[in-house]
């Protein structure tokens, strides 16, 4: 578990870095609008599902009902006052596929994950952003931002290689959200929905041996995981960004809550449709 910064090759993760960082200059104005649209849509719900809540108090609005209270009980508490309790109190983990499977679109996956990050912290929603591969045996989980951190220049340091294993990468992610105290916990997976690690999983039906963390048995796993973190009442939506591919086993993993973004100004409107499925 690392801080932000690239994980496996500084070196080329430094490179991919800049590589990011000029990706999204190039599409900087038109960003900054995704942003403020998907901002504006995240604050209309926020009040919208605000609950109000008036309580008595000896100033601010006189309570008409209230008022023999002071006459015949010398109770000046004829006022009322308004008190905000945000529905919404919630925290954002977005985890991120970071395996060699993304290679190719690991700029983009950069943005629309950065885009996101945003427009929740705009709103001072306690966001963290990881990200996660499998190295030899082992899931290396990358934090690219804190639940405390404003800044979310550091999702830019995204770099991918590796493997993939999907399900132990929700799984442990689960366990650190349990650090987060909100009433509200979402979770957003931004992966491909094709798990792969050269570690094999133990064969249910064959004590003693192991099949491939590939296909379907990897999906399922995956799939189990999901169905594990909804039942402890976390929120979990599936994000898949750019490609056609493995469309069914996401919609095996992730069901309704599942979201194909072939462009970031799709997240203005559809995202939030998906979060409160």
Not at 40 to 66: C, F
């Amino acid at each position: 578990l690392g801080g932000a910064g690239p994980s496996g090759n500084d070196e080329e993760g430094a490179h991919q870095a800049k590589i990011n960082l000029k990706y999204n200059a190039q599409y900087r104005q038109r960003n900054r609008m995704i942003i403020a649209r998907l901002t504006q849509n995240i604050a209309r719900i926020l009040e919208r599902d605000s609950e109000i809540e008036t309580v008595k108090s000896s100033q601010n609005s006189l309570l008409a009902g209230q008022c023999w209270r002071g006459v015949y009980l010398k109770d000046d508490r004829i006022f009322g006052k308004q008190l905000y309790h945000d529905q919404f109190d919630l925290s954002f983990d977005i985890l991120v596929d970071a395996s060699a499977s993304q290679l190719k679109r690991q700029s983009e996956i950069a943005q629309a994950t950065y885009i996101l990050a945003k427009a929740f912290t705009n709103n001072n929603i306690a966001v963290r952003v990881l990200t996660y591969k499998s190295i030899r045996e082992y899931l290396v989980l990358n934090i690219l931002k804190g639940y405390q951190v404003k800044s979310c220049e550091g999702i830019f340091s995204y770099y991918a290689s590796g493997f993939n294993r999907d399900g132990l990468a929700v799984r442990t992610t689960l366990g650190l959200m349990e650090e987060s105290h909100h009433r509200q916990k979402y979770l957003i997976v931004i992966t491909d929905g094709n798990p792969s690690d050269i570690v094999g999983i133990k064969n249910t039906k064959r004590l003693g041996r192991t099949m491939d963390y590939a296909g379907r048995a990897a999906v399922l796993d995956l799939a189990q995981e999901v169905t594990k973190g909804k039942s402890q009442g976390i929120k979990i939506v599936g994000l898949l960004i750019g490609r056609d591919e493995n469309l069914d086993s996401f919609e095996t993993v992730f069901g309704h809550n599942r979201l194909h973004l072939k462009d970031p100004i799709d997240m203005t409107d559809s995202l939030l449709r998906a979060l409160r499925q």
